[in-house]
């Protein structure tokens, strides 16, 4: 059973750049959470889609963007990078019919903007 | 808004002995639930355990437990007869759950960073 899955492992971009990271969530599962973790800090969270809608928001600019497809799997698009979008993005799945659980998380994708 | 505090920024303990990484959350809701999770340097997050604010018991896990004081809103992590592999970052998480659904974000801590030494 595949867990989490994400693309690329890692990415370079410049400035002003704009940049698609894919997650594909452990089977069985319908929702998916994006986080953001900077260096030697805690994930924050930017979003999370349940039935390819946006059903929560964190407090990042509208330059962040997602998308959920009918397979349940999603992409994270940042438009207009900027050096502090460094970071490591985590995406989440879990389930929707489930009430507490945890959320399964995938290895993440290394974004360095220079 | 929740807040989650992890005031050890690193700690070591000896192989063999026991741990307790501490967390303190704020909330003002009645219904969330609490996380450890693990990430070692490779970057991913894997899950630890998990305490309910309703759960009467404080949960276990092989050899973390986690010590739940909901009136002092603390929920510790302790880890028994540590391993080398055990060296990692470790972040306190809570997510509170809107009208009873499952679908709350997760609020993490600034993390602590654990050393085992041989």
């Known amino acids: 059973d595949a867990g989490v899955t994400q693309s690329p492992t890692h990415l370079i971009k410049t400035r002003g750049q704009q940049v698609t990271l894919r997650c594909s969530p452990k089977?069985?599962?319908?929702?998916v959470s994006w986080y953001q973790q900077a260096l030697g800090q805690g994930p924050q969270f930017i979003f999370q889609y349940y039935e390819e809608e946006e059903r929560q928001r964190g407090n990042f600019p509208d330059r962040f963007s997602g998308h959920q497809f009918p397979n349940y799997s999603s992409e994270l698009n940042v438009n207009a990078l900027l050096l502090g979008d460094s970071a490591l993005y985590l995406c989440a799945s879990s389930s929707g019919l489930t009430n507490h659980n945890e959320q399964f998380f995938g290895p993440g994708t290394r974004l360095t903007v220079l | 808004a929740q807040k989650i505090t992890q005031t050890q920024p690193g700690m070591f303990v000896q192989e063999k002995e026991a741990v307790t990484l501490d967390c303190t959350y704020d909330t003002s809701d009645q219904s969330y639930g609490l996380f450890w999770y693990k990430q070692p340097s490779s970057g991913e997050m894997i899950f630890l355990i998990y305490?309910?604010?309703?759960?009467?018991q404080n949960a276990t896990e092989g050899r973390y437990s986690l010590n739940f004081q909901k009136a002092r809103k603390s929920a510790n992590l302790v880890i028994s007869a540590s391993q080398l592999g055990d060296s990692a970052m470790y972040f306190c998480?809570?997510?509170?759950?809107?009208?009873?659904?499952?679908?709350?974000?997760?609020?993490f801590g600034q993390g602590t960073i654990l050393t085992v030494h041989p």
């Open positions: 089977s069985g599962h319908d929702t």
């Open positions: 305490q309910g604010s309703y759960d009467e």
């Open positions: 998480a809570m997510r509170v759950v809107p009208g009873g659904t499952s679908y709350g974000k997760l609020t």
